[in-house]
């Protein structure tokens, strides 16, 4: 049996090839709701289609949260090869998730209580809590025990920045943080919001640019002011826009020494509020273990 098993729900954004490499246990994050119909990510609706859905009819696409019970399936699943899981979730502050997965594991633990189960709340999103996913994995394919996985997860957890920058605000209205037709006007207008994750595990804007040239130049300029590191590891997640990562990632290339840039999807299950061509932009510097 394998020393520890690790999980992660689909917002890590980690792409699928790097999660069989690296034996991670993913979960959606919620359900997709279209038309009254439910779909689960990457299982019978592709990402892109999610996304295409969301340009033609935003109102109509909504979603249903992970339930404990579905949460308890996976916890079943890894139990046959460790005894020892570590669930690394979205930040608690922005879904059900940390919670489903808590109840999980008392439901589970009634039936199996010699499966010790660890749960994390990454008070981040995206790559955020992607990398120090990756992270943890790689400790447990060392050997690492259980205890040591989890101390590595946390201070990757610690080191990592987040940002989540918008191509168009014409969706933002359905999280909340506008009315319908100041976000329509915005999006004539537009404006770009650049937003960071806090270290409480919110999403709170720090500005607004009018071009994606301007919001790279800013993006690299927010790096720089946080991190005094020359060697960074970035994970840049987009909203069915690979081309626009690919152009970012090369601006990463021409400003800091980058150790590795993961690129891939922005789950629609956070994009949905972005829309297509946001992007969920992570990094953390060399992080001292020992």
Do not use: W
Request: contains cysteine.
């Amino acid at each position: 049996m394998s020393n520890i098993r690790i999980m992660t729900d689909s917002t890590a954004c980690i792409p699928p090839d790097l999660a069989q490499k690296y034996n991670i246990k993913i979960i959606p994050a919620a359900e997709y709701i279209i038309d009254g119909k439910k779909y689960t990510e990457n299982v019978n609706i592709t990402t892109r289609d999610a996304y295409d859905f969301i340009r033609r009819d935003s109102v109509s696409f909504t979603t249903s949260a992970v339930t404990p019970g579905q949460v308890v399936e996976a916890y079943k699943q890894l139990s046959q090869d460790s005894q020892n899981i570590l669930f690394i979730t979205i930040s608690s502050k922005l879904s059900a998730v940390y919670k489903s997965a808590d109840l999980g594991a008392s439901l589970f633990k009634e039936s199996s209580p010699q499966t010790n189960i660890q749960i994390i709340d990454s008070r981040s999103v995206g790559g955020g809590a992607g990398l120090p996913v990756l992270a943890a994995a790689r400790a447990a394919e060392q050997g690492m025990n259980a205890e040591q996985v989890a101390s590595v997860a946390e201070k990757y957890l610690k080191q990592s920045k987040c940002f989540v920058t918008m191509d168009t605000i014409r969706y933002i209205y359905r999280i909340g943080r506008a009315s319908k037709v100041s976000a329509r006007i915005g999006s004539l207008l537009n404006v770009r919001p650049i937003n960071q994750v806090t270290e409480e595990g919110t999403v709170e804007m720090l500005e607004r640019v009018r071009s994606r040239k301007a919001m790279m130049e800013r993006v690299i300029e927010l790096v720089k002011e946080r991190t005094t590191s020359g060697n960074l590891t970035f994970m840049v997640s987009h909203g069915d826009a690979p081309d626009l990562a690919e152009e970012l990632a090369g601006k990463f290339k021409d400003n800091f020494n980058c150790r590795d840039i993961i690129i891939g999807d922005y789950s629609p299950i956070m994009g949905y509020g972005g829309g297509p061509g946001a992007m969920c932009i992570a990094f953390h510097p060399d992080v001292e273990l020992s």
